[in-house]
């Protein structure tokens, strides 16, 4: 298998044991972060964010204790009155977990429905470099966003 094709399999695999399979926090690596991680042989990915409702984060990988992939996002409820943070992390884990799942990707070309809404994650790029955004639709409304980017760490 690829180096390439190692790193996106680990990606997929610790995005799914940490914010959408429940994992455990982690200390926090800087003051005021919420962090959540994984490990399994070479490779380490830590999750590491900022606010509630509205939040930024970042997403790391290392391989062999050197950082070689990572992702910025930051999201927002955009209608409070359609959709309150707990609703939306609902749908984003179940978009989410069902795009791990069933795609075996974690990028774009995702559509969901959910009982608390319409989940639209799209992106252009691939794993080595790339930008997409997530929204999520009450009642024909967008009611959330997150944009993010990311992609290879060379030195």
């Known amino acids: 298998m690829a180096a390439l094709e190692q790193l996106k399999d680990f990606i997929v ?20 972060s919420h962090d959540i991680g994984y490990e399994t042989g070479s490779w380490r990915y830590l999750d590491s ?3 509630g409702t509205d939040f930024a984060g970042h997403e790391t990988v290392w391989q062999d204790g050197e950082p ?6 930051f999201g927002r409820i955009m209608r409070p009155e359609l959709i309150t943070g707990e609703k939306a992390g609902l749908v984003i884990k179940a ?5 791990y799942r069933e795609k075996r990707h974690f990028l ?15 992106s252009r790029g691939d794993t080595e470099h790339f930008s997409g955004r997530e ?12 944009d993010y980017r ?5 030195r």
Request: aromatic share 16%; glycine share 16%.
């Open 150 to 154: 990311g992609g290879l760490i060379r």
């Open 49 to 51: 964010y900022f606010g």
């Open 13 to 32: 695999e610790a995005k799914s044991k940490t914010y959408v399979g429940g994992g455990e926090p982690r200390p926090s690596s800087r003051q005021g």
């Open 95 to 99: 978009a989410l977990q069902a795009m």
């Open 135 to 146: 929204v999520i639709f009450v009642d024909g409304e967008e009611a959330y966003e997150l």
């Open 68 to 73: 070689c992939w990572a992702m910025n996002y």
């Open 108 to 122: 774009g070309g995702m559509e969901f429905r959910h009982a608390h809404g319409y989940y639209i994650d799209s």
